[in-house]
């Protein structure tokens, strides 16, 4: 449940103040033995985040979050920032590019600050910080234990890689 909430703050933190968006985090309430297929939209203010499940009840407001370790609002996303770059992946990338570690706020803000579109996950930032989250992920794929992730990650790698270059 701590890294449920954790994942909600760092979201939340990161996003514009008072702008409601859907984030790729899946809700965790069951359902007769089954998982809730909602995303939970996220809806941050100065001192508050209120969240909520896209399909059922659960909802609920995280305070006393700010200068804590979950805190990512000096690397927040600024709406009008000219320069972003605009990346798609599917969720099954998202979930496996959420687990890499990056070592810097702002890959780690470009990750966190990720949108549900309804069919796949929008992530955007500045070009540098797509190239560090690029060396992140090459890092990850280059020290993965199996095959099946590192080519996983190889392909975000590639497609981070192209959206780089390409802009």
Same mark, same amino acid.
């Given at each position: ?11 939340? &933190? !990161?996003?514009? !103040?008072?702008?409601?968006?859907? &984030? ?18 996220? /809806? ?10 896209? &399909?059922?009840?659960?909802? #609920? /407001? ?5 200068? #804590? ?5 000096? +690397?927040?996303? %600024? *709406? ?6 605009? +990346?798609?992946? *599917? ?13 810097? #706020? ?8 990720? !949108?549900?579109? #309804? ?16 060396? *992140? %992920?090459? +890092? ?5 234990? /199996? ?7 190889? *392909? ?7 959206? !780089?270059?390409?802009?």
């Amino acid at each position: 449940m701590a890294e449920y909430i954790r994942s909600i703050i760092i979201a939340g &933190s !990161v996003r514009p !103040v008072d702008v409601e968006f859907t &984030s790729p985090i899946q809700c965790r309430k069951r359902h007769h033995n089954r998982r809730c297929k909602g995303k939970i939209r996220i /809806t941050p203010e100065h001192d508050v985040i209120r969240y909520s499940c896209t &399909s059922c009840e659960v909802s #609920g /407001t995280i305070s006393g979050w700010r200068g #804590g370790d979950s805190d990512l609002s000096e +690397f927040a996303v %600024v *709406s009008k920032a000219t320069g972003r770059l605009v +990346f798609h992946i *599917s969720e099954d990338e998202y979930k496996v590019l959420r687990k890499v570690l990056t070592f810097t #706020g702002e890959a780690d803000a470009i990750v966190a600050g990720a !949108v549900w579109t #309804g069919s796949d996950v929008l992530l955007t930032g500045q070009r540098e910080d797509f190239d560090e989250l690029m060396g *992140s %992920v090459a +890092f990850d794929a280059n020290h993965s234990e /199996t095959s099946k992730r590192r080519m996983v990650m190889d *392909s975000i790698c590639e497609k981070i890689e192209r959206l !780089v270059v390409e802009g």
